[in-house]
């Protein structure tokens, strides 16, 4: 997770929150977990600590091809993501002392191979809202009570990975 999606998710934080809003990317030694520091635009100098924890992964290859493709392969990924206030003592910008937004994200990925340079995939996002154990009781039950074990966010992405070879000297 950490050594492959890292600029990945970077480009995405800055895509929807603003070219700077990444602070800092501190490396762990665990692969499967990745943690931001964040700036978003508009949070009024408000940090944010995001990390990133793979809970669980599967992988399957399907031998039996029947739509052309030459190779064919599905991955699900489930990451934990716990969002918190991350400002320090610093005059004038407020800390906010409330507990951080826990979200489990499970991402499906369904791999064709279509040419030797082509992979086209079928990716499916569905995010679920956790309660956190210190966060206040009336608040945790109400996270459970609306979501009620339902996704609260499915995003459904057509991906294409096409490979770029260098040019031959002429």
Known sequence: LAFVLSPVIESICRATMGAK?????????????LAFV???EGAAGQLYRADLKVVGRHSESNPEVTDGALLSYDVCEVIRQ?????????????????PPLIKDVETTTLYRQT??????????????????PNQDPAMAGYIVKVAQGRAIDVRTYDVVYTRVRPAQPA
Do not use: H, M
């Open 115 to 132: 040419s030797p340079d082509r992979i086209e995939a079928l990716q499916r996002t569905l995010t679920f809202a956790v309660p956190d």
């Open 38 to 40: 964040l700036s978003p």
């Open 21 to 33: 809003a990444v602070l800092d990317v501190p490396r762990g030694e665990d692969p499967n977990e």
């Open 82 to 98: 716990v969002v918190s206030p991350a400002n320090g003592p610093n005059p004038g910008v407020p800390r906010q002392s409330r």
